[in-house]
T-cell receptor
Framework: QKEVEQNSGPLSVPEGAIASLNCTYS??????FFWYRQYSGKSPELIMF????GDKEDGRFTAQLNKASQYVSLLIRDSQPSDSATYLC?????????????FGRGTQLTVWP | GAGVSQSPRYKVAKRGQDVALRCDPI?????LFWYQQALGQGPEFLTY????????KSGLPSDRFFAERPEGSVSTLKIQRTQQEDSAVYLC???????????????FGDGTRLSIL
């Protein structure tokens, strides 16, 4: 079982809609959770991080964390064509190298005008 | 604005050749990570440095892979006797940690796309 699983894509939503991206993780001791956006041929760009249960909002983005269910999600409100990218969920690893991240394989999002 | 810089951006090598990939982290960043990203997959951890110390190399796929960061700044990932399965994007990330801290985000470079013929 992979450490981090993301809902299979691709995900396609119309402009202005809410895009919902989901992620589950297997290590119950994980403490930090990150969402990266990756445009084709570009580096992953950090857009949100969360480490407490509940919601964290930043502009059009909301990250949600439920540690009991080992579930992280990212909501994008008022989706724009420029949001079209692959979204990577990343979770820190426990152990001697806490900074190491485990990534999901990503969900490709397309926002059509 | 100095982000993480990687070179070369693209590298083509014949099977069996050695390659060296360079990473310049953000100035002052203590932690440096290497990841390998295959097409359609998320990045996979390779190795981690804190200053010049290589604290974790458990993700290196074989002894053909070697990484160093001799002065605690620039890092080089070397792959010896390359094979076709080494073809991937190699990403470097750095973070501002003086000691291990789970809340410090990692900032990525644009990667080196390695193709082995």
């Amino acid at each position: 079982q992979k450490e981090v699983e993301q809902n299979s894509g691709p995900l396609s939503v119309p402009e202005g809609a809410i895009a919902s991206l989901n992620c589950t993780y297997s290590d119950r001791g994980s403490q930090s959770f990150f969402w990266y956006r990756q445009y084709s041929g570009k580096s992953p760009e950090l857009i949100m991080f969360i480490y407490s249960n509940g919601d964290k909002e930043d502009g059009r983005f909301t990250a949600q964390l439920n540690k009991a269910s080992q579930y992280v999600s990212l909501l994008i409100r008022d989706s724009q064509p420029s949001d079209s990218a692959t979204y990577l969920c990343a979770v820190n690893a426990r152990g001697s190298t806490l900074g190491r991240l485990y990534f999901g394989r990503g969900t490709q999002l397309t926002v059509w005008p | 604005g100095a982000g993480v810089s990687q070179s070369p951006r693209y590298k083509v090598a014949k099977r069996g050749q050695d390659v060296a990939l360079r990473c310049d982290p953000i100035s002052g960043h203590v932690s440096l990570f290497w990841y390998q990203q295959a097409l359609g997959q998320g990045p996979e951890f390779l190795t981690y440095f804190q200053n010049e110390a290589q604290l974790d190399k458990s993700g290196l796929p074989s002894d053909r892979f070697f990484a160093e960061r001799p002065e605690g700044s620039v890092s080089t990932l070397k792959i010896q006797r390359t094979q076709q399965e080494d073809s991937a994007v190699y990403l470097c990330a750095s973070s501002l940690t003086e000691r291990v801290n789970v809340y410090q985000p990692q900032h990525f470079g644009d990667g080196t796309r390695l193709s082995i013929l």
